[in-house]
């Protein structure tokens, strides 16, 4: 999917796959007809960020492309392409989980957990707890995390524990 998405072309995920050049070439065809709004979905935000110079996250934050629509070196171009295509969606999700982590800034001190967030990695949040905490620290954390921002597809939130990312195991309820 992400490969396709940023202009991954047939030669390339025959290269990275079991798949031939023919193979590879089929699967990009029928992937797209399968899912003809991705498609579009990229061409539109390909133009839209030439024509504007720039996209927005759903919550409005901007990433500028300026001079995408005159750029002249394909090399260039075609990676301000792959980067206006990432912008709103990564740009959301940085988006959302900033928001998450500001209500569970507020959140852990109100409840009385001693549970302190060490640092966001990507789409997740690390924290630190004492064991005897942990089930209600993952239960605040899922719930702030899963509400930080209200999309047409619910937050979904998982949580996992161990003493280093190595054993970590889900957390369960």
Known sequence: NFGLMYGMGAFRL?????????????????????????????????????????????????????GLGSQRNQ?????????????????????????AMLALNKALPASGLKARMLLQVHDELVFECPQRELLATAALVMDKMSAAYKLDVPLKTEASAGVNW???KP???
């Not at 990009?28 to 390909?46: G, Q, S």
């Not at 260039?76 to 989980?97: M, W």
Request: hydrophobic fraction near 40%; charged fraction near 35%.
């Open 75 to 99: 090399q260039i171009k075609n990676r301000q392409l792959r980067e206006a295509i990432n912008a709103p969606v990564q740009g959301t999700a940085a988006d959302i989980i900033k928001l």
């Open 14 to 66: 025959a290269r990275d796959s079991d798949l031939t050049l023919a193979q590879a070439e089929d699967f990009i065809k029928r992937y797209f007809e399968r899912f003809p709004r991705v498609r579009a979905y990229l061409e539109e935000t390909k133009i839209r960020a030439a024509d504007q110079g720039y996209l927005e996250t759903l919550l409005g934050r901007r990433r500028y492309f300026i």
């Open 171 to 173: 957390v369960e309820f």
């Open 166 to 168: 190595g054993k970590m």
